[in-house]
């Protein structure tokens, strides 16, 4: 399990870049527009992603993070984001590859937002952050197709022929 998890850190970090470097392309206009989506706007779309990954990753090292809404929008500027982004990303990758064997198959134990405690194992606790950010970073992915900048290929399979560490 440990392999894989590490394989899913690098490919949503992957996943990312691909999806900031086309974003990059946008005007600040079409960043921040209105469109269809939970979040309804790539901005706060893939702004949620950086703070659920701080909350998660709070709850994960045991340093709360100080995010109370999931719909939070930290950053207003593309590059403020991106850079925010590269960090969380620096953070997933390191925190996974620091995971022993026993821990991914430990139970993990914390706190909601609404201060309910949880406690589920944690490889379901990595799976859920690793989904999460699929299915959002693909809400963003269908909103750039009403933008001048075509949407990237970000599939699972693209990432493996870059891969080096499989």
């Known amino acids: 399990m440990k392999d894989h998890f590490e394989r899913l850190a690098r490919y949503n970090r992957w996943a990312n870049q691909q999806m900031y470097g086309v974003v990059s392309k946008l005007s600040a206009e079409d960043f921040l527009a209105p469109r269809s989506g939970f979040f309804p706007s790539i901005a706060k779309t893939l702004n ?4 659920t990954d701080r909350i998660w990753l709070g709850r994960l090292i045991g340093d709360p993070s100080t995010h ?5 929008m930290p950053y207003q500027r593309f590059d403020d984001l991106a850079a ?9 990758v390191d925190f996974v590859a620091a995971l022993t064997p026993a821990r991914i198959e430990a139970t993990f134990h914390y706190k909601n937002m609404a201060g ?4 589920w194992p944690m490889a379901a606790v990595l799976t ?28 699972l399979v693209y990432f ?3 891969d080096k560490a499989q």
């Open 48 to 51: 949620h992603l950086v703070v």
């Open 68 to 72: 109370q809404r999931l719909d939070e």
């Open 84 to 92: 925010a982004r590269e960090v969380e990303d620096r953070r997933i």
């Open 116 to 119: 309910q405690p949880q406690a």
């Open 128 to 155: 859920h952050i690793f989904n999460h950010q699929a299915h959002h970073r693909g809400q963003a992915h269908a909103m750039l197709a009403s933008t001048p900048v075509p949407p990237p290929p970000m599939d």
């Open 160 to 162: 493996y022929t870059v």
